[in-house]
């Protein structure tokens, strides 16, 4: 079992010279010989320092790990190692990846689509301790859109695009507390130790979930201290001026924590915050975030908020493609198919459950100015009042309606949708229209709301 006769390259065994040794014995004592282990006794520092480690491996050589190489190490009189923890699999559907299912999801496909750090993010925390993980397409859309656009991207979004309408960027603490912020204080605080006593029992997930915990958390402390509503007094402009620095200062303790996992990502909310402060000891105490700096005019968006309906129809068009080109390539007297031939019917959307719908936010608005976008013939400005704000929402609707038919018309907004950026303008939300022909028809309340209403 750990000798071959196929082939001579190996280590030979002195006693068959028709054997050589492979993979277990010379894969395994290279853990140690790396390090600079001499079986006579004059091993290296780097050993000493070194050995005995921890294995970190698939649990499917769980076996090789776990007795073969034990013995060796108590053959040569070796410390064993501290802790061999085989990690679960990836499964595609709750099955195991197979070129001849056709089922294959590849890495570079997946970086190619949605970038790396999303993946890498996805992998991560989608592979709970001692259980194998899945993975499909709509579930790392899915993924995506709840916790990276949603809970981090829309976050650092808002908290940056605050802090440069009240305070054109500037970062300041006048440290004019409320018995709120100590809900936040305290969690980001706990963050660190929490994700560190995670990641030493290699439960990598919960330590992520740690981490958006504290980003959930600083969602909520908007909600709770609604710094649009203290920009209507100036008398609360220095407690407004310490809401944007908690706000700032939580995004900068997620991003330090994040950085383990999602390095590109981190690095760039670090860098709008224009922050030195990027070390694990700067999470020791609530308050380093510097001060008197500004952060970045206008903060590009993280991650963009994936169409899985269109994302899924030209996926599946790409791999129609492939395959005709394949077959294409394989019998070059067969004639292409007609475009009408090819068209395959749009598939409906997967059926979801009532914490899927939950997740959007829809609420009454009134439009109380409207205007055409220069750089654009299909798109209307909308200044559309919240009731606890005016949000600034482009539709592309400028050949169905004129701005005047617009204001002091009542509209549905879905309101979490992160910012995004169309002709030069800033769109903060999207109105929902219906189709009918060919035409783009609004939908409205069929009675006057109150603007800011919660649409069930």
Known sequence: CVSRTSFKWGIPVDFDPKHVIYVWVDALSNYITSLGYDAQGDSSEMYKKYWPATHIIGKDILRFHTIYWPIFLMALGEPLPRKVFGHPWLLVDNGKMSKSKGNVIYAEDLVDAFGVDAVR????????FAQDGNITWELVIERINSDLANVLGNLVSRTIAMSNKYFDGTVTNPRVYDPVDEGLISTALAAKEKVENRMEELRVTDALDEIFTLLRRTNKYIDETEPWVLARD???????ATVL???LESI?????????FMPE????????LGTEQRSLDSLNSFG????????????PALFARIDEKKFMDELTAREEAKEQSKKADEN???????DEAQAAPQPAKPEIVFDDFAKIELRVGTVTASEK???????????????TETRQILSGIAQYYSPEDMVGRQVIVVTNLAPRKMAGEVSEGMILCAEQGDRVVLVSPDEKLPAGAVVC
């Open 332 to 338: 070059p007297s067969q004639p292409a198919q007609s």
């Open 265 to 272: 990502t981190a690095g760039k909310i670090l860098d709008m």
């Open 121 to 128: 993010y996805f992998c991560l925390h989608e592979m709970p």
């Open 245 to 247: 620095y908690n706000l």
């Open 234 to 240: 100036e008398a609360n402009r220095d407690r407004l």
């Open 252 to 260: 900068r303790i997620s991003a330090v924590l994040l950085e383990s």
């Open 288 to 299: 380093n975030l510097e001060t008197g700096h500004k952060v970045i005019r206008k903060a």
């Open 373 to 387: 976008v220069k750089k654009s013939k299909k798109l209307l400005k909308n200044q559309v009042d919240l009731g």
